[in-house]
């Protein structure tokens, strides 16, 4: 069936920066065939979204979903007193604590124009299953795209790490998960609704043998990398001690730099280092809010971009943000960037490029990210004719300026996956009258 979206201002986040002031898009089993303006082509469906503005649906590229169970914990901590005063509470996690934790903090971001999460989860209790499998269901549920991940720490503190014993695991048993969730779940090629990265933790918690071992069996299986990196001042004099370098250096020790590889955060990185991410093609996944909230600092992002680096936008951990809302890492990205560049160092199209295009590059995706023919078709439709975009003379800027709250319509695949600015597959007070029980086990 063809669907035509018609009527909206469509930013198409392409080459040439195209925008349709009374555009449409055309969609056909869950790909775009054409996008434009003017005389609007044959269709089987006319909605008519007049005065909306249309972007490409969101890519989130950082988060950690399970921790929408502990928000609001340790309030004025630091990265690493935060960890350590969260990870005994989280070693409680079990697969039906996940699946409400993940119905959570996904609901929100389709609800703020998400239509691509990545999960970074790395807490697997001995004799918990199923932990990845409930984050992947509840995607599957409320009809998002997920690029899951299976993370790892085996380096405890008796070693010298950050988290418990109690929490790390054995190599062994870290690949041959890795490999089992990879072949059960991962989907290649265009339109992928499931796929699997391999996310070893962060250098303080992961010995270098797990890092180097995470990375061959990714190139192994085709699968992307990811990890945290150069979040704090406390890891760049962790990794001196320890290594002897900065945190970029170790990576890159590792043979870990490369087109397949994303790190979150890169808060603290040398000009030398960004040019070293801009040559070897590594990613980054910018979550300006988690900065802030744990007072981390701001990655100097628009010297990532003048370099070439690729850069997208993460939420990061429900419990550090503490929302799982997508378009506000859009206007913070907008913000922080001023914050240390001044006024030029960010447009508001930029923001939403690197929300979308942006995170699709550092995901590795090709099909999505841009509305264009032979894309997938994953949209977010923005109202216009709210309260806080009353009298922007330019509605795409003042979707960015006024930091949008909820998005109108999301297509994933062509599916409409919200109307009206709820969920269609599922209710967002049961999501979150759910959540609540399970929360409840995890009390302080
Ligand atoms: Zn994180």
Partial sequence: MKSLLAGAHVV??????TEFQDGWVLMEDGFVTGVGAGAEPEADERVDVAGAVVTPGLVNTHHHLYQTLTRARAQQATLFEWLVELYPTWARIDAEAEYAAARTGIAELMLSGCTTVFDHHYVFPRGRTGLVEAEVQAAQELGCRIVASRGSMDLGVSDGGLPPDELVEDIDT????????????HESGAGARVQIAVAPCSPFSVTGRLMTESADLARRLGLNLHTHLAETVEEEAYCRELYGCSPVEYLDSLGW??????????VHLSDPEIGRFADTGTGVAHCPTSNLRLGAGVAPVRSMLDAGVRVGLGVDGSASNERSHLFHEVKQALLVARGRGGPQAMTAREAIRLGTRGGAEVLGRSDIGVIAPGLCADLAVWRTDGLELAGAADPVAGLVFAGVDRVDRLYVGGELVVQGGALMRADESEIASAHRTQARRFAP
């Fill in 174 to 185: 870290v690949l041959a998960e890795t490999e089992r969730l990879a072949g059960a779940l």
């Fill in 257 to 266: 730099l490369d087109r397949d590889v994303w790190c979150a955060h890169c």
């Fill in 12 to 17: 198409t986040m392409d080459d040439a920066e």
